[in-house]
């Protein structure tokens, strides 16, 4: 599997890249963008990988070029009642993402020594994303150009590594409407994903989300216009939760 080697800043998880797409897009005008989702996954469900895809053809239809996507569960250090070990919800993720041509999942926020704030998972994917394409740049300047036949004139390697990777946080109502509660979230860095990231919020129709978005006076009306809303047409009452629930009533019977 094609990995991508992260920050020596802290614990160094090797990235995976067999996923994303082989180069960056030709048309400048498509931003090239990278998902990513961090939560529990505890387990992950075939919601988890819907909202991937409802989120790549959100940004697609906005002009975004959708790189590929991460889902970064959580460190043991989050203490959230109930949380399997990471070990086990990697290999659920692994296996869940199996059949997906987007999702890959990336270990480095579980492997960390204590727990992270998603705006340091999205830094962290976004630099790592970053290098692999600017890698690839310089070895595409390193190949031989004479006899080429190509339509597209080729890029200076300072043109293509001047093409910047976002990467896009992809959440639930529930997550984005906690952007706004107090002591849930720091503010600036509140402030930092949703300017510098940006976010795509699948949602079944939230009455109160949509209230916070049109309501001055709160950080989501500020950066409104970095925040895709996606109402997901599917309708199937699946969720972690539940399932945990399901299997702990099965437990008691046996």
Not at 83 to 111: F, K
Not at 130 to 146: F, G, K, N
């Amino acid at each position: 599997m094609t990995a991508i080697q992260g920050s020596s800043a802290s614990t160094d998880v090797p990235l995976p890249a067999d996923k994303l797409s082989p180069s960056l897009p030709l048309d400048v005008d498509q931003k090239p963008v990278v998902l990513v989702n961090c939560g529990s996954f505890n387990p992950p469900t075939i919601m988890h990988l819907r909202m991937f895809d409802v989120a790549a053809q959100v940004l697609r239809k906005a002009g975004h070029a959708v790189l590929g996507g991460y889902a970064s569960p959580v460190n043991d250090a989050y203490h959230k009642p109930g949380l399997l070990p990471s070990q086990h919800r990697i290999a659920m993720c692994r296996l869940a993402a199996a059949e997906s041509d987007l999702v890959m999942v990336d270990t480095w926020e579980a492997a960390q020594a204590q727990a992270q704030r998603s705006l340091i998972v999205l830094q962290h994917v976004q630099h790592a994303v970053q290098e692999h394409y600017d890698d690839i740049s310089r070895s595409q300047q390193q190949m031989p150009t004479a006899g080429s036949t190509s339509q597209h004139p080729k890029k200076s390697a300072s043109q293509q590594m001047s093409r910047q990777v976002t990467s896009v946080l992809v959440c639930g109502a529930d997550v984005l409407e906690s952007f706004v509660m107090p002591g849930v979230w720091v503010e600036e860095q509140v402030r930092q994903i949703l300017n510098d990231h940006g976010v795509v919020c699948i949602t079944r129709n939230s009455r109160k989300l949509h209230q916070l978005l049109q309501e001055q006076g709160n950080l989501l009306h500020e950066h409104r216009h970095n925040i895709h809303v996606a109402e997901d047409p599917a309708t199937a009452g699946i969720s972690s939760t539940i399932i945990r629930q399901e299997i702990g009533q099965v437990k008691q019977h046996h």
